[in-house]
């Protein structure tokens, strides 16, 4: 019989808990915690997105992308600018000292995840994450149709 130990959700839930608190300690040094490197790399790559576009590729809700950016603007790493079609919206921007950072933290950052999956294969390492894709796929299908 499976013990509550044993229950996939409590297993994932653990190791991204885990994956974050050493992301934290590991990091410090840089003023950014894992939950902001999330969105800053994110808006690395698609600069100039709306919040809501941030939201949907992070699949974080409306609420918390607002404290994070709000966060990250304080910090000087992104700013918000008025969406050139959409009045109703603002563009994200990261900012010259945004790129200088996340072009540091990038190199780390993978050498951090490696060192977290020494004792896989890469086959194992592709086959985790290919299944966690399927879950997250499975989890989004059953969230969006209730």
Same mark, same amino acid.
């Given at each position: 019989?499976?013990?509550?130990?044993?229950?996939?959700?409590?297993?994932?839930?653990?190791?991204? %808990?885990?994956?974050?608190?050493?992301? /934290?300690? %590991?990091?410090?040094?840089?003023? #950014?915690?894992?939950?902001?490197?999330? #969105? =800053?790399?994110?808006?690395?790559?698609? /600069?100039?997105? *709306?919040?809501?576009?941030?939201?949907? #590729? *992070?699949?974080?809700?409306? /609420? /918390?992308?607002?404290?994070?950016?709000?966060?990250?603007?304080?910090?000087?790493?992104? &700013? &918000?600018?008025?969406?050139?079609?959409? &009045?109703?919206?603002?563009?994200?921007?990261? $900012?010259?000292?945004?790129?200088?950072?996340?072009?540091?933290?990038?190199?780390?950052?993978?050498?951090?995840?490696?060192? =977290?999956? $020494? *004792?896989? *294969?890469?086959?194992?390492?592709?086959?985790?994450?290919?299944?966690? %894709?399927?879950?997250?796929?499975?989890?989004?299908?059953? #969230?969006?149709?209730?």
């Amino acid at each position: 019989m499976l013990t509550a130990d044993d229950a996939l959700g409590f297993v994932i839930n653990a190791v991204a %808990r885990k994956f974050s608190q050493l992301f /934290n300690i %590991r990091f410090k040094a840089f003023d #950014i915690t894992a939950e902001q490197w999330s #969105i =800053l790399s994110k808006l690395v790559e698609h /600069n100039g997105i *709306t919040q809501r576009e941030l939201a949907s #590729i *992070t699949e974080k809700d409306a /609420n /918390n992308i607002t404290k994070l950016l709000d966060r990250l603007e304080k910090k000087g790493w992104v &700013r &918000r600018v008025d969406h050139p079609l959409d &009045r109703r919206s603002y563009a994200l921007h990261v $900012t010259e000292e945004g790129e200088q950072l996340a072009a540091k933290l990038k190199p780390l950052d993978q050498k951090f995840a490696m060192e =977290l999956l $020494t *004792t896989l *294969t890469v086959d194992e390492v592709e086959h985790f994450q290919k299944t966690l %894709r399927k879950i997250n796929l499975v989890l989004s299908d059953k #969230i969006s149709k209730p």
